[in-house]
Structure formats: structure tokens, C-alpha cells
Nanobody, 111 residues
Framework: QVTLAESGGGFVQPGGSLRLSCVAAGSSPSIYTIAWYRQYPGERRELLAYIGHDDFIYYVDSVKGRFTISRGNAKNVVYLQMNNLTPEDTAVYYC?????WGQGTQVTVSS
């Protein structure tokens, strides 16, 4: 089992940036493969990006060029840098590892 904790959400104006952090803890081999998802109210969580244990990186097309996933100095810390945010990015953002999820962090983009 992996315990995940997200932080870094908040309120930002359109065009602004936020950096989300995810800290993973646990003994599972999956701890180093971390994905970021977001969820709009009443909808399913959607994948945004992931970074594999070998640092392979994948982005969905909708966030390519605006979002960047990266690993911190500690391999169990993963960031999601989000730039040029729009109101459509307003959602709860989650990090995921295997079957485990964090509690989510709210991102609100509004003028």
C-alpha cells in the first residue's frame, strides 16, 4: 500500500500557474510510478500525466505544453507544474500510485 499526500492547490487567476506536489510513502514497488488525475464535479477522474519508475513520462494531449510532471530530489516526490491555467482547469487534482489515491487538492481558476 502507498500513502499519497497532495499539496499546492489553491486559487489562481486565468493565465496563472500552480505547482502541485505529491509525496508518496510505503513499501510497494509502485511507489515510484505516480500519476496525476483531476476530477470535475459529477464526473470520473481523468488522467493528466504520469511518470514511471524509470522516469518515462506520458501526457494526455489536452495538457501537453501546459503541464509538466517531474520528480523531486527524493524519488518519492512528484510535481505537476501547471501553466497558463484557464477556468476549465478548475477541478480536484489527485495523485495516484497503483490502486492508491491521495485525498486530492482543489484548484480553482477564476477572475
Amino acid at each position: 500500500q502507498v500513502t499519497l499526500a497532495e499539496s499546492g492547490g489553491g486559487f489562481v487567476q486565468p493565465g496563472g500557474s500552480l505547482r502541485l506536489s505529491c509525496v508518496a510513502a510505503g513499501s510497494s514497488p509502485s511507489i515510484y510510478t505516480i500519476a496525476w488525475y483531476r476530477q470535475y464535479p459529477g464526473e470520473r477522474r481523468e488522467l493528466l500525466a504520469y511518470i514511471g519508475h524509470d522516469d518515462f513520462i506520458y501526457y494526455v494531449d489536452s495538457v501537453k505544453g501546459r503541464f509538466t510532471i517531474s520528480r523531486g530530489n527524493a524519488k518519492n516526490v512528484v510535481y505537476l507544474q501547471m501553466n497558463n491555467l484557464t477556468p476549465e482547469d478548475t477541478a480536484v487534482y489527485y495523485c495516484n500510485s497503483g490502486h492508491d489515491w491521495g485525498q486530492g487538492t482543489q484548484v480553482t481558476v477564476s477572475s
